[in-house]
T-cell receptor
Framework: QKEVEQDPGPLSVPEGAIVSLNCTYSNSAFQYFMWYRQYSRKGPELLMYTYSSGNKEDGRFTAQVDKSSKYISLFIRDSQPSDSATYLCATMEYGNKLVFGAGTILRVKS | NAGVTQTPKFQVLKTGQSMTLQCAQD?????MYWYRQDPGMGLRLIYYSASEGTTDKGEVPNGYNVSRLNKREFSLRLESAAPSQTSVYFC?????????????FGDGTRLSIL
């Protein structure tokens, strides 16, 4: 079993839709949670970074962590064609290495 | 602001050839990392360097060597390339010596081994 599971998609939505991207993880020691966005033929760029449980909002993006169910979510409001990319969740425990999900491909249609 | 720069962007090798991938960062970061990205596998850590002068193995180190040349530069070497090493290679850096710091990535080197 992979330490971080992520549905690969692709997820296709119309412009303006609310998008929900999700990951599950197996190690209860994970404390740090990140979402990276990766455009085609580019490197991942950090989108959201949270510590422990709870929500974090940044513009149209909200990251949510539920440690009790080992579930990580990223919500995108008012999705735009420019949001079309692969979204990678990542997590780790302090002092250890980042573990990435395989990524979800998102396509926002105009 | 360049961030993390990787060279070359593309390379095709024959089985058994050697190759060094270069990475440089201009953010004065202490830690640097090499990953490979394969379809359906996500990013997997090959080697990392917590600080200048130190290197450690990651999840998939076999067939690779690294050199932390100075604080800015971290190179990845394939001594005898194999088709299984066909992948996209990413270099990353982070500010702190621990892995809790967010990592910043370059745009990758696409490597094909025939």
């Amino acid at each position: 079993q992979k330490e971080v599971e992520q549905d690969p998609g692709p997820l296709s939505v119309p412009e303006g839709a609310i998008v929900s991207l999700n990951c599950t993880y197996s190690n209860s020691a994970f404390q740090y949670f990140m979402w990276y966005r990766q455009y085609s033929r580019k490197g991942p760029e950090l989108l959201m970074y949270t510590y422990s449980s709870g929500n974090k909002e940044d513009g149209r993006f909200t990251a949510q962590v539920d440690k009790s169910s080992k579930y990580i979510s990223l919500f995108i409001r008012d999705s735009q064609p420019s949001d079309s990319a692969t979204y990678l969740c990542a997590t780790m425990e302090y002092g250890n290495k980042l573990v990435f999900g395989a990524g979800t491909i998102l396509r926002v249609k105009s | 602001n360049a961030g993390v720069t990787q060279t070359p962007k593309f390379q095709v090798l024959k089985t058994g050839q050697s190759m060094t991938l270069q990475c440089a960062q201009d953010m004065n970061h202490n830690s640097m990392y090499w990953y490979r990205q394969d379809p359906g596998m996500g990013l997997r850590l090959i080697y990392y360097s917590a600080s200048e002068g130190t290197t450690d193995k990651g999840e998939v180190p076999n067939g690779y060597n690294v050199s932390r040349l100075n604080k800015r530069e971290f190179s990845l070497r394939l001594e005898s390339a194999a088709p299984s090493q066909t992948s996209v290679y990413f270099c990353a850096s982070s500010e702190g010596q621990g892995h809790a710091q967010p990592q910043h990535f370059g745009d990758g080197t696409r490597l094909s081994i025939l």
